[in-house]
């Protein structure tokens, strides 16, 4: 069974959609389940200001990435980075056991889209 948590963020994910001149892109995917998800990132000051994601999948995989950008806007990138795929399912309450692995998308692609983000960087400098 889903929580009432995780069937709000199913129905209504928060932060859909694409970032066009995003600072960071990061993606995962299940090749077992086939689900797919990607994550956009603006930065300033260190900080993740704005987070969108688009998303191709099972309600775990929308409900678990609508919270991963919900945990992470507004962070450090550090404290981004480090947000990990059981901080998701705390986050929503619990996720059935079969549909733990939807919340490593939303902690992979974000870790992904940090790392790109800091390559982009490195760069530049
Ligand atoms: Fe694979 Fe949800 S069933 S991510």
Redesign the pocket.
Known sequence: MYTDITLDHFKSPRNVGIIEDADGVGSAG?P????Y?IIYIKVENGFVSDIKFQVH?????IA?SSMTTVLAKGKPLMAAYTISNKDIMEALGGLPE??E?????GAVALKKAIANYASKLKKSQ
């Open positions: 299940d077992n389940c086939g689900d998800l999948g099972c309600c775990g995989a678990s079969e549909k692995h939807c919340s490593l998308l």
